[in-house]
């Protein structure tokens, strides 16, 4: 804390980074080439330099505790911030294109880490592009929650191949997600919504909650007030659309 409060990047009264030192473009093209780090494999994943507290040396051990939560595309972090209280013992990413964006996380992270000793320890990010890399990360039906929250909406057809939600990358996200696991989306572009919403209705391994168990599901209500954008879209009166569906077994499992 004390060696951020002569840093002009870092509020003085909370000890936070501010945002506007690490804007960057809303989105970035998910098929361009990005040069940063990728494990070759999910047990290559140094979990040590994530969550220091719950992994004090760079061995992992097969057996210990491994990530549950992934957001895609976390932006500036906001959910998992909110997250990493409500499930403290979970350990969570969130996995960003945009390297300012990604640095900005990563410092927000350890000043939350510093001015509250013993909390945040379970929440870390990556700059990674989700779209190649989810086998990279994540070994088959380890993930237990998948966000996908105010993706670039790609409006012109040409180029909804780049979108985040499609049949093809389902198949990755099925892979990563444990049976029972859950897939949150929401966007404030009906047509994107609506979009998503069927390519998991027509996926074999995908099936939508029911209203009474999006009801009872305290993350659904996170959805729409942690993240910047779901602000954003509330102070300007808009209108959201969510899809939230579940992994299932295949027919012949």
Same mark, same amino acid.
């Given at each position: 804390?004390?060696?951020?409060?002569?840093?002009?990047?870092?509020?003085?009264?909370?000890?936070?980074?501010?945002?506007?030192?690490?804007?960057?473009?809303?989105?970035?093209?998910?098929?361009?080439?990005?040069?940063?780090?990728?494990?070759?494999?999910?047990?290559?994943?140094?979990?040590?330099?994530?969550?220091?507290?719950?992994?004090?040396?760079?061995?992992?051990?097969?057996?210990?505790?491994?990530?549950?939560?992934?957001?895609?595309?976390?932006?500036?972090?906001?959910?998992?911030?909110?997250? &990493?209280? /409500?499930?403290? #013992?979970?350990?969570?990413?969130?996995?960003?294109?945009?390297?300012?964006? @990604?640095?900005?996380?990563? $410092?927000?992270?350890?000043?939350?880490?510093?001015?509250?000793?013993?909390?945040?320890?379970?929440?870390?990010?990556?700059?990674?592009?989700?779209?190649?890399?989810?086998?990279?990360?994540?070994?088959?039906?380890?993930?237990?929650?998948?966000?996908?929250?105010?993706?670039?909406?790609?409006?012109?057809?040409?180029?909804?191949?780049?979108?985040?939600?499609? &049949?093809? /990358?389902?198949? #990755?996200?099925?892979?990563?997600?444990?049976?029972?696991?859950?897939?949150? @989306?929401?966007?404030?572009? $009906?047509?994107?919504?609506?979009?998503?919403?069927?390519?998991?209705?027509?996926?074999?391994?995908?099936?939508?909650?029911?209203?009474?168990?999006?009801?009872?599901?305290?993350?659904?209500?996170?959805?729409?007030?942690?993240?910047?954008?779901?602000?954003?879209?509330?102070?300007?009166?808009?209108?959201?659309?969510?899809?939230?569906?579940?992994?299932?077994? &295949?027919?012949?499992?």
């Amino acid at each position: 804390m004390l060696e951020n409060q002569g840093n002009h990047t870092f509020s003085k009264s909370t000890g936070l980074p501010r945002k506007r030192f690490y804007r960057a473009r809303a989105h970035s093209n998910p098929l361009s080439d990005s040069h940063f780090p990728v494990p070759l494999s999910p047990c290559e994943v140094d979990y040590s330099s994530h969550y220091p507290q719950f992994y004090p040396s760079s061995d992992n051990d097969g057996s210990a505790k491994k990530i549950e939560f992934a957001d895609i595309g976390c932006g500036f972090g906001g959910l998992l911030i909110s997250l &990493s209280t /409500l499930f403290p #013992e979970t350990l969570m990413i969130g996995m960003e294109l945009r390297d300012k964006v @990604t640095e900005y996380v990563k $410092e927000r992270i350890l000043a939350l880490r510093s001015t509250n000793p013993g909390q945040y320890q379970n929440v870390s990010v990556v700059r990674t592009n989700s779209m190649k890399y989810i086998p990279n990360y994540f070994e088959k039906g380890q993930l237990s929650k998948m966000f996908f929250l105010f993706p670039d909406p790609h409006f012109k057809e040409k180029n909804h191949r780049r979108r985040v939600i499609s &049949s093809y /990358l389902l198949d #990755e996200y099925a892979y990563a997600l444990k049976i029972g696991g859950i897939m949150y @989306t929401i966007t404030d572009v $009906e047509e994107l919504g609506e979009w998503m919403k069927g390519c998991m209705e027509n996926h074999p391994l995908f099936e939508p909650l029911t209203e009474e168990e999006r009801e009872s599901d305290p993350v659904v209500k996170l959805l729409d007030s942690a993240t910047e954008e779901g602000q954003k879209v509330a102070r300007n009166g808009g209108h959201t659309f969510q899809a939230v569906f579940r992994r299932i077994a &295949s027919s012949d499992q």
